[in-house]
């Protein structure tokens, strides 16, 4: 129960805590629970995304969103409640530092385009529209540094890492025209077997 004063009589009257606006407590494993530490100047890379190499910047920002329990902001499994849930305004706030982290990791120039998005996943939704198309062209970017590259003053370290970064980046790439059918035939396995041998040579 509240006591409500009527400073007019000078009466007092008691209603039901339920009427009394009360802080909702969100425990740390809840998407909508925002840590102490984290503000809305935190970047979630060291390397601000400039328009090259969008696949690793993307798996950085998807890594550190898991860490803070974000990723439903940007995937869709942590939708917008109704303005009537007790949620919305909690919702509201960690959507807007979701929103800032993504945009404080981008250069300034791809920053300024994607300023006046809705939401994150808006944001996320025009980067990945923007940037993670495969084609043609940049498949035969990748084959050909990949063909072109020779260790010729690098360690065996740098040279297998780099190595190593051009054959993911070109797998990622394929897979979005890999056949996701049930292969019965046993030909799939062969193309693939026949992939990782050629990796070999």
Not at 41 to 46: A, Q
Not at 48 to 71: E, I, M, T, Y
Request: aromatic residues 8%.
């Amino acid at each position: 129960m509240v006591e409500v004063v009527n400073h007019v009589t000078g009466s007092s009257s008691s209603v039901p805590s339920s009427s009394a606006a009360a802080p909702i407590n969100f425990d740390a494993g809840s998407p909508l629970y925002i840590h102490p530490s984290d503000s809305a100047g935190s970047v979630l890379v060291p390397v601000p995304f400039d328009g090259a190499g969008f696949r690793s910047w993307k798996r950085s920002v998807l890594r550190s969103l898991s860490v803070k329990n974000k990723l439903g902001f940007i995937n869709g499994e942590c939708m917008k409640p109704s303005p009537q849930s007790p949620d919305y305004r909690q919702w509201e706030r960690c959507d807007a530092m979701v929103t800032s982290w993504i945009l404080n990791s981008l250069s300034k120039e791809i920053a300024d385009s994607v300023e006046y998005v809705f939401d994150s996943l808006e944001l996320w939704r025009e980067l990945q529209d923007r940037y993670d198309q495969t084609n043609g062209a940049k498949l035969y970017q990748i084959q050909k540094e990949i063909n072109d590259l020779n260790q010729g003053i690098l360690d065996i370290t740098s040279y297998y890492t780099r190595m190593k970064k051009l054959w993911e980046e070109l797998t990622t790439l394929s897979a979005k025209s890999i056949c996701s059918c049930t292969c019965t035939c046993g030909a799939k396995q062969t193309m693939h077997k026949a992939e990782q041998d050629r990796r070999l040579i």
